[in-house]
């Protein structure tokens, strides 16, 4: 069986082209016949050593409703059809779309190198920058996930940790404060 719009060879039952897509009608049943004879041009016969004028004869076939169209066995000399890539599986392919990307910014979800991890410690020591790293990486959009949920991390436990500075502070200002009343 062979497609009707570019001639390559389809697979019995195909109902698509493998090289061009076209859609494959089903094909009704072939009466053979013997090939028409190629008609002579001004009483001279067709050159049949120049390939690119030589054509194959079209096979016609009468249908009860319809002629349709069978190309020939090969296609003409020089000519190779382009094959569909078939994978080392040797199974045929179907189209698929590429799934869906939410909209917004790429973000990264590799794991941090040893060297990615250094920098970030020695960003934590600074004053002042680690603070204002911290909230950059917790709250960008676009951040390394594992970098943003350290961040957020790190926030959390400054921000228990400051908590408890302010009770015990509270705690040492009051008995501190009333030792010094006990002495007036």
């Known amino acids: ?4 719009n ?14 061009c897509g076209a859609k494959v009608e089903a094909a009704a049943p072939v009466n053979e016949t013997q090939p028409e004879a190629t008609p002579e041009v001004s009483g001279q016969p067709r ?14 076939v009468q249908s009860s409703s319809h002629t349709s169209y ?11 059809a ?5 994978g080392y599986s040797g ?37 002042l920058v680690n603070l204002i790293m911290l909230f950059v990486w917790g709250f960008s959009s676009s951040e390394n996930t594992n970098r943003k949920n350290f961040a957020r991390a790190s926030l959390i436990l400054m921000a228990i940790a400051i908590g408890l500075w302010i009770i015990v502070a509270i705690f040492i200002v009051g008995v501190v404060g009333s030792m010094v009343g006990s002495y007036y």
């Open 1 to 4: 069986m062979f497609c009707g």
């Open 6 to 19: 570019c001639g390559s060879s389809l697979q019995d039952g195909a109902k698509f082209c493998g090289s």
């Open 47 to 60: 050159d049949t050593a120049d390939n690119t004028t030589q054509s194959m004869p079209v096979k016609e």
């Open 70 to 80: 069978t190309p020939p066995a090969q296609p003409a000399s020089g000519y190779v």
């Open 82 to 86: 382009p094959q569909p890539d078939q």
């Open 91 to 127: 199974q045929q392919h179907t189209y698929q779309p590429a799934a869906s990307q939410p909209y917004g910014p790429f973000v990264d979800n590799s794991p941090l190198s040893v060297g990615q991890y250094i920098v970030m410690f020695i960003l934590m020591a600074i004053p």
